[in-house]
């Protein structure tokens, strides 16, 4: 009984773990936008000067971005600085960023 109790602590926390790694491993830094973190899997519709714009099916306007996402950016070391409408700012390093999240797209400001 001990041995299966074991052997399932031990497979939950391979799986835990494998989660975690593949979700962190999920998003990229992008170095125009101050190594701010941004999912991989978007599709780049547009790239101005200080805006990009992405095509991204977890993003909403009620919901805002999924919950993995703010604790990857929390990680990355940005803080939440406010929130306005479907609009996000974040700090980092004297740096900030707006994240905003509509239906299946994501906008991102330098300022």
């Known amino acids: 009984m001990k041995n299966k109790f074991n052997l399932a602590i031990i497979f939950i926390l391979l799986i835990g773990g494998i989660l975690v790694f593949t979700t962190y491993f999920s998003y990229a ?5 101050f190594n701010f973190p941004i999912p991989k899997n978007v599709e780049l519709l547009s790239d101005k000067e200080d805006v ?9 306007e009620e919901n805002g971005i999924p919950f993995v996402y703010e604790i990857i950016i929390k990680l990355k070391g940005w803080s939440n600085v406010g929130r306005e409408g479907a609009s996000t ?3 980092k390093d004297g740096h900030r960023i707006d994240l905003i999240s509509q239906k299946d797209q994501l906008t991102l400001i330098a300022k």
């Not at 830094?29 to 936008?33: A, Q, T, V």
């Not at 990009?52 to 909403?60: E, I, L, P, R």
């Open 52 to 60: 990009a714009m992405y095509n991204w099916s977890k993003a909403t």
């Open 29 to 33: 830094e992008n170095s125009k936008f």
């Open 89 to 91: 700012s974040y700090e």
